[in-house]
């Protein structure tokens, strides 16, 4: 009997669930982009960085290419930016409905 759809999508956001992974996904929903163009931009280890890579690999998220000594990362479907798009879209959502709140709550002061 296969996993029940909601699990498997559990799962799915799990390994969504870093934030060096969520950066490493929107560089690369860029473009392709080498382990060594994306140190500096995540701001890690560069072990902590294949660790977080070694993830998204397993999730089948990503897929390499090798030219020479230098691995390149790349996106396994452009679908992923698009769900990252729509995190970014709902979050603006929720922090303009938490900056109305704490505009209301500071004008109504103390009471």
Do not use: W
């Not at 500096?40 to 890579?53: D, F, I, R």
């Not at 603006?92 to 103390?110: F, N």
């Amino acid at each position: 009997m296969s996993e029940p759809l909601y699990q498997l999508k559990a799962e799915f956001f799990k390994n969504l669930g870093h934030p060096v992974r969520i950066r490493v996904l929107e560089l690369l929903s860029l473009r392709e982009h080498a382990v060594a163009e994306m140190l500096p931009e995540v701001g890690v280890e560069a072990a902590s960085l294949s660790q977080q890579l070694a993830v998204l690999r397993r999730a089948n998220l990503v897929v390499t290419r090798r030219e020479g000594s230098t691995v390149y990362y790349r996106l396994t479907s452009p679908r992923i930016a698009e769900l990252l798009s729509v995190a970014r879209g709902i979050l603006s959502g929720v922090l303009e409905g938490q900056a109305e709140l704490l505009a209301d709550l500071r004008a109504t002061g103390p009471r």
